[in-house]
T-cell receptor, first 111, second 113 residues
Framework: DTAVSQTPKYLVTQMGNDKSIKCEQNLGHDTMYWYKQDSKKFLKIMFSYNNKELIINETVPNRFSPKSPDKAHLNLHINSLELGDSAVYFC??????????FGQGTRLTVV | DAKTTQPNSMESNEEEPVHLPCNHSTISGTDYIHWYRQLPSQGPEYVIHGLTSNVNNRMASLAIAEDRKSSTLILHRATLRDAAVYYCILRSSSNFGNEKLTFGTGTRLTIIP
């Protein structure tokens, strides 16, 4: 069983489109995150949710809207995609006093 | 977040020990030292963490300086599968729920066959 799974793994789309990336964790963790890894391989946190509540929003454009329907899911919706949004997006989860578990990433390419 | 400093890259021969250093001179008393690694085309994965004492697990050992201003991740016998970017991260234990793992640039470890 995959602990943190993201779909899709690859996403190619045109500028201006709206797309969603889904994330699910089966670890029973309370906290989930979205990270962005750009072309220079720098990993930067975007959002953190704890028990479905937004905890951290790292000055991400309003075009990015996370949604947590329940503790096990944290989806990322992106409106009006721009070329600069091309990156690998990682979902992660963490429980109380545990390490973080990361998904395999979603490579988003905006053309 | 307290900052960590790591060398950009290191090389090691296969089946030899590797010592990956990390400086964290502004560490606070509630900060745990975490190490994660990212294998090519994968998400980061946890390696080890510690507070004050040295730690061992099946993947690696963590040696923490007495003043806690530096630490060293030790891979006892590197294999080709250990080639990855290794991140040293400080995580406060005093603010659960509002924590974030802040990744630096890490050390890119190359293993030479």
């Amino acid at each position: 069983d995959t602990a943190v799974s993201q779909t899709p793994k690859y996403l190619v789309t045109q500028m201006g489109n709206d797309k969603s990336i889904k994330c699910e964790q089966n670890l029973g963790h309370d906290t989930m995150y979205w990270y962005k890894q750009d072309s220079k391989k720098f990993l930067k946190i975007m959002f953190s949710y704890n028990n479905k509540e937004l905890i951290i929003n790292e000055t991400v454009p309003n075009r990015f809207s996370p949604k947590s329907p329940d503790k096990a899911h944290l989806n990322l919706h992106i409106n009006s995609l721009e070329l600069g949004d091309s990156a690998v997006y990682f979902c992660a989860s963490r429980g109380m006093n545990t390490e973080a578990f990361f998904g395999q990433g979603t490579r988003l390419t905006v053309v | 977040d307290a900052k960590t400093t790591q060398p950009n890259s290191m090389e090691s021969n296969e089946e030899e020990p590797v010592h990956l250093p990390c400086n964290h001179s502004t560490i606070s008393g509630t900060d745990y030292i975490h190490w994660y690694r990212q294998l090519p085309s994968q998400g980061p994965e946890y390696v080890i963490h510690g507070l004050t004492s040295n730690v061992n697990n099946r993947m690696a050992s963590l040696a923490i300086a007495e003043d806690r201003k530096s630490s060293t991740l030790i891979l006892h016998r590197a294999t080709l599968r250990d080639a990855a970017v290794y991140y040293c991260i400080l995580r406060s234990s005093s603010n659960f729920g509002n924590e974030k793992l802040t990744f630096g640039t890490g050390t890119r470890l190359t293993i030479i066959p």
